[in-house]
T-cell receptor, first 113, second 113 residues
Framework: SQTIHQWPATLVQPVGSPLSLECTVE??????LYWYRQAAGRGLQLLFY??????ISSEVPQNLSASRPQDRQFILSSKKLLLSDSGFYLC????????????FGQGTRLTVV | DQQVKQNSPSLSVQEGRISILNCDYT??????FLWYKKYPAEGPTFLIS?????DKNEDGRFTVFLNKSAKHLSLHIVPPQPGDSAVYFC????????????FGQGTTLQVKP
């Protein structure tokens, strides 16, 4: 069966520090991969999605970047965190044939102080 | 315009009465729709989906209706139970095999005993 791992679960980082959140999927190949953010009291905002290794689509201009160094690994990064980067970050995967359900990790609560 | 909107931030219903959650989308290029349920500090879990070629899909107590002309879909929970209390998200795939899955802002459902 397929599983998705996302870590860490919680993170407190000072303003200006770097960020690296990692997500890996097991039990499937060539998945679509996603990063979403849920700010306090807000919906799920699509940040990045990837349909293959090295293929990253960015939805919103921001202080973040994403990379997909391996087929089932998706990394969310920042060189210098801002207070506004605080939120609940969710990684998700779906099968590569689209129009199907996406499966989410447990999320990372990021607090920038 | 690629938006999925849930205009009701919250909904409160009595246990045993019908619960209806609504969702609108802005573009007919969305062609597959999903509903997710989310508890605090967890990732969303998939509930039910519907293709744009259908107008209804049912799974147990959950039924999704799609009105393409109005660009509107709804999730009916019959009957709702206290354990259904959560945030419900509507989501939609952008057609053309782009890998883009857009979510609404969510509706918090409270089912009172």
């Amino acid at each position: 069966s397929q599983t998705i791992h996302q870590w860490p679960a919680t993170l407190v980082q000072p303003v200006g520090s770097p960020l690296s959140l990692e997500c890996t999927v097991e039990g499937t190949s060539n998945p679509n991969l996603y990063w979403y953010r849920q700010a306090a009291g807000r919906g799920l905002q699509l940040l990045f999605y990837s349909v293959g290794i090295g293929q990253i689509s960015s939805e919103v201009p921001q202080n973040l970047s994403a990379s997909r160094p391996q087929d089932r690994q998706f990394i969310l990064s920042s060189k210098k965190l801002l207070l506004s980067d605080s939120g609940f970050y969710l990684c998700a995967w779906s099968r590569g044939d689209f129009n199907t359900e996406a499966f989410f990790g447990q999320g990372t609560r990021l607090t920038v102080v | 315009d690629q938006q999925v909107k849930q205009n009701s931030p919250s909904l409160s219903v009595q246990e045993g009465r019908i619960s209806i959650l609504n969702c609108d989308y802005t573009n007919s290029m969305f062609d597959y729709f999903l509903w997710y349920k989310k508890y605090p500090a967890e990732g969303p879990t998939f509930l039910i989906s519907i293709s744009s070629i259908k107008d209804k899909n049912e799974d147990g107590r959950f039924t999704v209706f799609l009105n393409k002309s109005a660009k509107h879909l709804s999730l009916h929970i019959v009957p709702p139970q206290p354990g259904d209390s959560a945030v419900y998200f509507c989501a939609a795939w952008w057609s053309g095999n782009t890998g883009k899955l857009i979510f609404g802002q969510g509706t918090t459902l409270q089912v009172k005993p």
